[in-house]
């Protein structure tokens, strides 16, 4: 497996205090990775820490198969990155702040400029300064900047913030395309579940400094997809039937008398009639939804680690 | 090198900075022909000598200037940290030592520049009119000129030493005032006359001033990679 990010009990102490301890991080190529947390739970300082801002106290970090040091300089070129919030030099206008990144990233594609301002809708603010721009408007420049020079890896420290619903939609589908089209691996931070749930292929879950689970999506949407379940008297032999005659397999027989069917091509009707016709007894079914909401908050409030 | 100068430059548009240094020579030109111009009307010899009148040139423009210094740390360096744009700037494939060099290069350069065409500029203007018009009992010879030239440049690179001083001060905080007062102690006690002599005289003080900022701007870069910023 090629991992782009690998961390390595990466731990920062400031001031006596471990804000982030012993994270183990791990991110493919190619892939949308939500990082996803609590306000307060580490998730600024790691991305700090990747982009060699802030220096680990301990641990390491490869990106691209190699190891940070002081020196890594070179590899910043690969990367885009916004920390916290788009900082920009601010008496400089969309267009400057663009060609002066350019400048320093050493990419000189003078025509991809109008093409970002493009992408993210910022062609008619010539003349104004980055001083006078909205959050949303920075936050887009922000965006805008970091992705100009294509880089291999995308660091972005909650780019939503500060967005209209519209916008969000679009930088959404913008990420989506960066990541499919140019093979873009994004790590992506937020403390909005919803936004991640859309958004990542992975989700690496993070509270009090702590790396609490690091999931690929579609593993948290089989444990956590709808079910029905069904109580009947003679739970084996309905099992049983629910094999033999509608073909599901996926299925969980909790205790005897419940099962819970995870196939969401049967609808309840057919599996009542079925089990009824096969002679048993149904004392209740129902189709239960288990929210992803519900589920982070299990796991961010108690730590515990089942999926 | 040249390059990230260059950068630097356009990112802040230093332009206004040669605007500014052109305004205060002019400052000082009129000041100096203001207090030449009472003490003849008055009858009281103020500036006795080219010899003293090319001293006190030098010293206001070096006190201007390494003030002015100060102005362009405070927003080249301290303003970068006060302002947080370290952390875009520092996310570029740049080495950090690189950049900070580049911008403490352009403070150098400035002041070390600024004083030399100022030095050059008021002293021909001031001359030219002070002949013309006989402001000062004395004449102006070829030889006090040539005299004058290497007390100036040592002058001048003293100074554009000495004024990466505030930079220790400013960095303490990111405090941009306390980097503008810090170059005002230094003005005054490298730039204050009581009557015919200066500590800047005692050659001692300057140089070990100029070490002294040579050093901060050393340790300002020194563990500037292991820095979280």
Do not use: W
């Not at chain 1, 220096?55 to 990367?79: A, C, Q, W």
């Not at chain 1, 609490?212 to 099992?239: C, F, H, L, P």
């Amino acid at each position: 497996m090629t991992y782009i990010v690998k961390t390595n009990h990466l731990t920062k102490v400031f001031g006596g205090k471990e804000v982030v301890s012993a994270v183990n991080m791990h991110v493919k190529k190619g892939e949308i990775y939500g990082f996803l947390g609590p306000n307060g739970a580490g998730k600024t300082t790691v991305m700090k820490m990747l982009t060699n801002l802030t220096k680990p106290t301990s641990g390491d970090i490869e990106i691209f198969g190699e190891k940070l040091t002081n020196h890594s300089y070179e590899v910043l070129k690969r990367m885009g990155t916004i920390i916290e919030y788009p900082i920009f030099y601010e008496k400089l206008t969309a267009r400057e702040t663009l060609e002066l990144h350019c400048e320093y990233m050493g990419y000189y594609d003078k025509a991809e400029i109008e093409h970002i301002l493009d992408l993210v809708k910022l062609t008619n603010t010539d003349g104004k300064r980055v001083k006078d721009f909205s959050l949303g408007m920075k936050q887009r420049l922000g965006i805008g900047r970091a992705i100009i020079t294509k880089p291999e890896l995308l660091i972005l420290d909650e780019p939503i913030n500060g967005l209209d619903p519209v916008g969000i939609k679009e930088i959404r589908e913008l990420f989506k395309m960066l990541c499919k089209e140019y093979g873009i691996t994004i790590i992506v931070s937020s403390h909005i579940l919803a936004e991640i749930e859309q958004l990542a292929d992975t989700i690496g879950v993070i509270n009090n400094g702590r790396l609490i689970t690091e999931i690929s999506m579609d593993n948290v949407n089989r444990s956590q997809t709808d079910y029905i379940e069904v109580v009947v008297n003679d739970g084996k032999k309905a099992a049983f039937i629910i094999e033999s005659k509608l073909n599901i397999t996926n299925f969980k027989l909790i205790d005897n008398g419940c099962i819970r069917i995870y196939d969401s091509s049967v609808s309840q009707n057919i599996i009542s009639r079925t089990l009824i016709e096969h002679d048993i007894e149904i004392e209740g079914i129902s189709k239960k939804t288990n929210s992803l909401e519900d589920y982070f908050m299990k796991l961010i409030n108690g730590g515990v680690v089942n999926a | 090198m040249l390059n990230l100068m260059r950068l630097e430059m356009k990112k802040y548009k230093l332009g206004s900075y040669v605007r500014g240094a052109i305004i205060a020579n002019f400052i000082i030109l009129g000041f100096l022909l203001f207090i030449s111009l009472i003490s003849k009307i008055e009858g009281e010899v103020e500036l006795e000598n080219y010899d003293m009148a090319l001293t006190i040139i030098d010293s206001f423009v070096r006190a201007t200037f390494i003030i002015f210094a100060a102005t362009l740390i405070a927003k080249l360096i301290i303003g970068e940290y006060k302002n947080k744009t370290i952390t875009t700037l520092f996310m570029y494939p740049i080495n950090r030592k690189k950049l900070i060099v580049a911008k403490l290069a352009i403070v150098i350069l400035f002041t070390f520049c600024s004083i030399i065409i100022s030095n050059i500029l008021i002293t021909t203007i001031f001359s030219f009119i002070s002949v013309t018009y006989q402001l000062i009992p004395d004449t102006l010879t070829s030889a006090l000129i040539m005299q004058q030239i290497p007390s100036m440049l040592m002058h001048a690179i003293a100074a554009s030493g000495m004024a990466l001083i505030p930079l220790y001060f400013g960095m303490r905080k990111f405090s941009i005032t306390t980097t503008i007062i810090s170059s005002l102690f230094i003005v005054m006690i490298v730039s204050s006359n009581s009557g015919d002599f200066s500590l800047n005289d005692i050659i001692v003080i300057p140089i070990s001033l100029a070490l002294i900022g040579i050093s901060v701007a050393y340790l300002a870069i020194r563990n500037i990679e292991k820095m979280d910023v």
